[in-house]
């Protein structure tokens, strides 16, 4: 362990659940994308993190299910998200923010069109672990790229506009993985104050998987750690949640948007009483 890596704590982990699955993806020769960081950042997670041995795939029939259902649902999200960020881009926008950004590796991976500046928040020991992995490397055609270590339950907007955020301009947000690790309260005042920020014009995606009853019996075979830091995200509708902070949102079916990529269900992953996600985007009105 290097000196300075400070360790993940619980939630911060879950970004190595998450790069996990898109290693394992990226792995499949029908893949919806390539992530050639995603194993690097499993390896050297290992080191840093208590929960390394538990999130990546687990033992007996429930938790090899769920782990199937996870590596599924993530490979879906990624590429809906990275297809939703192309098109953000492609609409003109030159703000990119990943909220959470955990061990996603977008900034990297995905070709920026030039003029694009991305910015990451996340926990400090997250985003240091991410960087010792990535040594200095730039995102291509000129993007730049920058960290905001955080804590997305206080005031980041401070931070983000000090790093260099023109709340001016139009942005396209991503909170990927997030919401459900928030309380209904924490979600509200995190969407109030990205919602300040945005300009119009402005773009946001997020991924809803329900409640925390909904994912109980998911979260129990994935890891029975997990369930405790589930708090169940804004709850309820998402376009509502959305329409009610000044976004004109669709909200996806996993499993509609699966068929467009032609990635059928697979064995295990769609037991009764799991959840069953959705992806969603929305414009600022
Ligand atoms: C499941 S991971 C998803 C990461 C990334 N969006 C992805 O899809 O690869 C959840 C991330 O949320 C971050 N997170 C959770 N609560 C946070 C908070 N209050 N402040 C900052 N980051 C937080 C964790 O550190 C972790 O990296």
């Not at 490397?137 to 907007?157: C, F, S, Y």
């Not at 690790?181 to 995606?205: K, V």
């Not at 409640?211 to 509502?240: C, I």
Request: glycine residues 10%; proline residues 8%.
């Amino acid at each position: 362990v290097h000196a300075d890596d400070r360790p993940l704590d619980a939630i911060g982990s879950t970004s190595l659940g998450i790069a996990f699955a898109r290693a394992q993806e990226s792995r499949r020769p029908d893949r919806l994308f390539d992530d050639p960081y995603a194993e690097r950042f499993v390896a050297a997670a290992a080191e840093v993190s208590p929960l390394a041995g538990t999130m990546t795939g687990g033992t007996g029939s429930a938790a090899a299910n769920a782990w199937t259902f996870l590596v599924r649902h993530v490979a879906i999200r990624t590429r809906f998200f990275d297809d939703y960020l192309a098109d953000a881009v492609a609409a003109g926008s030159r703000q990119v923010v990943l909220v959470a950004a955990g061990l996603d590796a977008r900034g990297l991976r995905l070709p920026w069109p030039p003029g694009v500046h991305l910015f990451e928040l996340d926990q400090g020991p997250v985003l240091e672990l991410k960087e010792r992995v990535l040594q200095g490397r730039a995102p291509a055609g000129g993007a730049r790229r920058t960290l905001v270590p955080v804590d997305l339950r206080e005031d980041w907007p401070a931070a983000l506009v000090q790093a260099g955020f023109d709340a001016g301009q139009p942005a396209a947000w991503l909170v990927e993985g997030l919401l459900p690790a928030l309380t209904a309260t924490d979600s509200d005042r995190l969407l109030e104050r990205l919602s300040a920020l945005a300009a119009p014009g402005s773009w946001i995606a997020c991924d809803d998987t329900g409640d925390v009853h909904s994912m109980r019996p998911l979260l129990e075979a994935l890891d029975p750690l997990l369930v405790a830091l589930w708090k169940g995200g804004p709850g309820g509708d998402p376009a509502a949640w959305l329409r009610g902070h000044g976004w004109d949102p669709d909200v996806l079916d996993q499993e509609e948007e699966a068929r467009r990529y032609g990635r059928a269900p697979e064995p295990g992953s769609d037991q009764a009483g799991w959840p069953r996600p959705r992806l969603v985007r929305a414009r600022r009105q």
